[in-house]
């Protein structure tokens, strides 16, 4: 059974860095799909912030682009977010998911963790 | 970008009725692309539907998907108490992939 967790930081302050890890158990991120991040805040819809595949070609959100990072560690099976200069509008619920082979649809998906920008 | 839009923003119903809730896409999109999702309070989204009428595994079904172009609907023939939740669909068409508003389904 696939699963995803992610951790990180539930706080961060205004003008800081939003890091968060997702660990994959249940099948390599070495596999023939691409990983992705996507966040909710409190309330409102679902966006998708950006993908990476195994080889570490990612692909991000053009609205969030010249902000966010992400990357991968094959030798501990996870993928990682890095969100700079970040503000209230970014307080939200962070998914890490896997696309389906095809890159058509989110099959797996983590539990979510809240991250909160304040002071 | 392509803009997908669900109606209505809420449908109010009772157990065993049925449930039909729209997604229009911006621009056509191949039906292999369009996906519908599930999500209850403080969970995360549930894959229901891919390929716009293909179930995910362990869909029950009464979910159902139908639709080409840029109309798509899902369908749940008889609500159970379980279903009442949020739906949202989503597109891989064309990048970045995007996900509708959501509806909400309310127990009436």
């Known amino acids: 059974q696939v699963q995803l967790q992610e951790s990180g930081p539930g706080l961060v302050k205004p003008s800081g860095t939003l890091s968060l890890t997702c660990a994959v158990s249940g099948a390599s991120i070495s596999s023939s799909n691409w990983w992705s991040w996507v966040r909710q805040p409190p309330g409102k819809g679902l966006e998708w912030i950006g993908e990476?595949?195994?080889?570490?070609?990612?692909n991000y959100n053009p609205s969030l682009k010249s902000r966010v990072t992400i990357s991968v560690d094959k030798s501990k099976n996870q993928f990682s977010l890095n969100l700079t200069s970040v503000t209230a509008a970014d307080t939200a619920v962070y998914y890490c998911?896997?696309?389906?082979?095809?890159?058509?649809?989110?099959?797996?998906w983590g539990q979510g963790t809240l991250v909160t920008v304040s002071s | 970008e392509i803009v997908l839009t669900q109606s209505p923003g809420t449908l109010s119903l009772s157990p065993g009725e049925r449930a039909t809730l729209s997604c229009r896409a911006s621009?056509?999109?191949?039906?292999?692309?369009l996906a519908w999702y599930q999500q209850k309070p403080g969970q995360a989204p549930r894959l229901l539907i891919y390929?716009?009428?293909s179930r995910a595994t362990g869909i029950s079904d009464r979910f159902s998907g139908s639709g080409s172009g840029t109309d798509f609907t899902l369908t749940i023939s008889r609500l159970e108490p379980e279903d009442f939740a949020v739906y949202y669909c989503q597109q891989y068409g064309g990048s970045p992939p995007t996900f509708g508003q959501g509806t909400k389904l309310e127990i009436k």
């Open positions: 998911a896997r696309l389906s082979g095809g890159r058509l649809h989110f099959d797996y």
């Open positions: 621009q056509s999109l191949s039906s292999n692309y």
């Open positions: 390929g716009a009428s």
């Open positions: 990476i595949y195994h080889s570490g070609s990612p």
